[in-house]
């Protein structure tokens, strides 16, 4: 019978466990390719918080389920121009994690900001996403120099 900590160590999957670090050197599928294609879908996998999209021309993309702007939800954002834009002051990322636009007064840094992102793939039914990248949300969210 294991302990206590035996289990722990066993089964929690988050950032900073073993299992975790165990887990996030192998692919997972993420959601089938048939469910890509209209709204932008959140997905949960090892504890991180996501959001699955498929851009207007074809290619998947994996983002932080957070815009790094406010915090707002992007899996009600619409698909536009390249992208994945935030409803709520209309940041414009694409499948690549990168700040494409903003609409507001800070142009400049957000086009520099970017999504650390995951590797995707997608086959002819599920969609493969290979977790090794840093945390996906707002505070890893980092301005590249230009």
């Not at 670090?21 to 294609?37: D, K």
């Not at 690549?96 to 900001?113: D, F």
Request: with cysteine; aromatic share 8%.
């Amino acid at each position: 019978m294991l302990t206590q900590e035996e289990n722990r160590l066993l089964t929690l999957t988050g950032p900073d466990t073993p299992g975790g670090a165990l887990m996030r050197s192998y692919w997972h599928s993420v959601a089938l390719a048939e469910e890509l294609g209209g709204a932008p879908m959140p997905v949960r996998i090892l504890g991180e918080e996501l959001v699955l999209f498929r851009d207007q021309s074809g290619r998947p993309g994996l983002l932080g389920l957070y815009c790094a702007h406010r915090c707002a939800d992007l899996s009600y954002g619409r698909i536009e121009n390249g992208g994945l834009r935030c409803l709520y002051h209309g940041w414009l990322y694409d499948v690549e994690g990168r700040c494409l636009s903003s609409r507001r007064s800070r142009r400049k840094a957000a086009t520099r900001m970017k999504f650390a992102t995951p590797p995707i793939r997608l086959s002819s039914a599920p969609v493969y996403c290979w977790p090794t990248w840093a945390r996906a949300r707002r505070r890893c969210c980092r301005i590249t120099s230009s």
